[in-house]
Nanobody, 124 residues
Framework: QVQLVESGGGKVQAGASLRLSCAAS????????MGWFRQAPGKEREFVSA????????PYADSVKGRFTISRDIVNNLVYLQMNNLKSEDTAVYYC?????????????????WGQGTQVTVSS
């Protein structure tokens, strides 16, 4: 059974940093794409970033480019999202997800497995 467990969320002031982690288990994720999405109250789930199996392709949403960094530890099935210079508009539940299709898709519909999410709250 595939499980994705996010951690690292919390409440911070604007300008602070957080590092989210996602621990994946239940299958071989070596050749899968790992992604981060977020959903704020009353809004649709949106793409934040993704990382290809090789780590060579790491697209970001324009809103987080230059502030967030995605990385993965393939050996231990971990994926991270380093978030710097957080803004109030980054407040959301952040989800880790796995896609089995090639590339680094941005559509949530192309991801097969999802975690339960971790809350990030940024106060200004």
């Amino acid at each position: 059974q595939v499980q994705l467990v996010e951690s690292g969320g919390g409440k911070v002031q604007a300008g602070a940093s957080l590092r989210l982690s996602c621990a994946a288990s239940g299958r071989d994720f070596t050749y899968d794409t790992m992604g981060w999405f977020r959903q704020a109250p009353g809004k649709e789930r949106e793409f934040v970033s993704a990382i290809s199996w090789s780590g060579g392709d790491t697209p970001y949403a324009d809103s987080v480019k230059g502030r967030f960094t995605i990385s993965r530890d393939i050996v231990n099935n971990l994926v991270y999202l380093q978030m710097n210079n957080l803004k109030s508009e980054d407040t959301a539940v952040y989800y880790c997800a796995v896609s089995r299709i090639p590339g680094t898709p941005r559509s949530p519909q192309l991801y097969d497995y999802w975690g339960q999410g971790t809350q990030v709250t940024v106060s200004s």
